[in-house]
């Protein structure tokens, strides 16, 4: 589903994705993890083409993040390609990024009517069905600031999954929440993993959420992938002291 080739991205000199390889198959649930800088949301940047990379290709699907072919040549993604991949990826934001303007129907309902061109009437359906699962029905009329901030991370949950994605990308979505809120987001989290197969790339320090919803986790470190397991096996077991490091410092500061 989503192929990361001998992937660079430099920031000026600061190398921050060094030869890149990584791979996460259809319907499979795969946590980041790793120190401040590690390059995680470098990643997730990169999927949603808010970032170009400066070597190797990304995959999503059959599609190529970095070419395209034309008449059976190999040519530079231009902005049309890009838009088509970009709507099979849904992505939530640590700030929840809403609409303050527009009451939660309309912040759920306007990329679909708009980007997807459905009509008003199922993108409306669709949205009262999101809502339910991510339990604010009875939210439907309120205005994002009428919200507390976790029911504003479901709400950007719903607005994303509105979308229909393949991918779903989640970038330290309860991090600028209270424990208590951030439990209610990771919750329905847990119920879209159980309850459906989309495939999701996310970065947490969430460590028992990670646990529980993912196949496998990636501890990263400068840029590389330190090691790659089933999360039962990485957090019980980590082979690499960095790893140890890592998870330990995670745990001090919970
Ligand atoms: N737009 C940018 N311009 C310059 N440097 C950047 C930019 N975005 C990221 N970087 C640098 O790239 C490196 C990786 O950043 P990234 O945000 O991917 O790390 P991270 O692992 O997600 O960290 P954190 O856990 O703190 O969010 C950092 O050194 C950061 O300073």
Redesign the pocket.
């Given at each position: 589903m989503i192929r990361f080739d001998r992937v660079v991205k430099r920031?000026?000199d600061?190398v921050?994705l060094d030869e890149l390889d990584f791979a996460v198959r259809p319907g499979e649930r795969v946590t980041?993890i790793?120190?401040?800088?590690?390059?995680?949301?470098?990643?997730l940047?990169l999927l949603m083409t808010l970032?170009r990379v400066d070597g190797g290709t990304i995959h999503v699907g059959e599609d190529c993040l970095t070419h395209v072919r034309r008449g059976g040549r190999l040519v530079p993604a231009d902005e049309k390609h890009l838009r088509k991949v970009r709507r099979r990826i849904g992505m939530v934001f640590q700030q929840f990024n809403l609409f303050p303007n527009m009451r939660v129907l309309r912040n759920i309902t306007e990329a679909p009517v708009h980007v997807l061109g459905r009509s008003t009437e199922d993108a409306e359906r669709r949205a009262r069905e999101l809502l339910d699962v991510v339990g604010l029905a009875d939210k439907i009329d309120a205005y994002p600031t009428q919200l507390s901030g976790g029911q504003q991370q479901r709400v950007a949950i719903a607005r994303a999954l509105a979308m229909s994605p393949d991918v779903l990308l989640l970038?330290?979505i309860t991090s600028a929440l209270d424990p208590e809120l951030a439990a209610e987001v990771l919750d329905v989290l847990r119920d879209l993993a159980r309850t459906s197969d989309i495939t999701m790339l996310c970065?947490t320090?969430a460590m028992k959420f990670a646990r529980d919803v993912s196949h496998r986790v990636l501890m990263?470190d400068a840029?590389k992938i330190v090691e790659d397991k089933p999360p039962a096996e990485l957090f019980e077991n980590p082979e690499q002291e960095r790893t140890r490091a890592f998870l330990r410092s995670v745990l001090d500061e919970a």
């Open positions: 920031f000026g600061n921050v980041l790793g120190p401040s800088g590690s390059g995680k949301t470098t990643i940047r970032e970038d330290e970065v320090h990263f840029g």
